[in-house]
């Protein structure tokens, strides 16, 4: 963090911005690394600093949570997300102890807040339900470390991060789209649209937009971000096997 704003201030100070300005930047991030050690125990560079491996984030909407339509509440929680990082020379746990820690203590004070530890192979993980008012569901969050893997998110997100078996990494549309991104990216992003557009079809009045949508399997872009003007992005859009 502190090279990025090392970073931005040669870039702005080249630009001719005055120096004064960046006072209330250190002091947002002086205030930032404070709470980041409140919550985690430890400094910016003890909880995150090894977080210098891949990375991916994954999110999704499970339309069976939708019984009755989309004008009827959910019978459960409908969205799915998680976070997964590789645990650099198992630095993760350091992260994690503080993380559950300061959830913990948080908890014994709040009624809606239940915290327990979830039995995984390898590895730690505990769950966080929140008991929300009108909302017929608890909402969980769990977060897992291993020696390979630290993830947080939904509790099925979570379980698919760990067992690593099958996903959307499995499937032909994912690794045809994989196939013509652009090679060692950093950022890569991709949008299955065939099952989105098939559920939605079923709920909504099909028109030419969603018909046009149906042609199309999945949408996807990479990246190379070099700042401030060497940054490249390939879009691909996979259009529906023919039958």
Not at 113 to 124: H, M, Q, R, T
Not at 213 to 225: D, K, Q, V
Request: aromatic content about 8%; hydrophobic content about 45%.
């Amino acid at each position: 963090l502190g090279t990025m704003m090392e970073m931005q201030q040669q870039m702005l100070e080249e630009m001719g911005v005055d120096s004064d300005q960046f006072e209330n930047a250190e002091d947002q991030i002086a205030a930032m690394q404070a709470g980041i050690q409140m919550i985690t125990g430890g400094t910016l560079e003890e909880s995150f600093g090894w977080a210098s491996g891949q990375g991916a984030f994954a999110a999704g909407i499970d339309f069976t949570a939708f019984p009755n339509g989309f004008n009827s509440p959910p019978t459960r929680n409908p969205i799915g997300v998680s976070f997964v990082a590789e645990n650099v020379d198992g630095g993760a746990q350091q992260l994690y102890d503080g993380l559950t820690a300061f959830i913990e203590r948080f908890a014994s004070s709040a009624p809606d807040l239940a915290v327990s530890e979830k039995e995984i192979v390898g590895g730690e993980a505990t769950n966080i339900a929140i008991t929300i008012d009108d909302t017929p569901f608890p909402i969980e969050v769990q977060i897992a470390v291993t020696d390979s893997i630290f993830v947080i998110g939904t509790p099925d997100y979570v379980e698919a991060a760990l067992t690593g078996d099958g996903g959307i990494g499995s499937t032909a549309a994912f690794q045809n789209a994989a196939s013509v991104s652009l090679g060692d990216t950093p950022a890569y992003v991709y949008i299955a649209l065939e099952p989105i557009v098939t559920r939605l079809g079923m709920n909504m009045s099909s028109g030419s937009s969603m018909q046009a949508l149906g042609l199309f399997e999945s949408m996807s872009f990479s990246g190379h971000i070099g700042l401030p003007s060497s940054t490249s992005i390939r879009y691909v859009f996979s259009l529906v096997a023919a039958e």
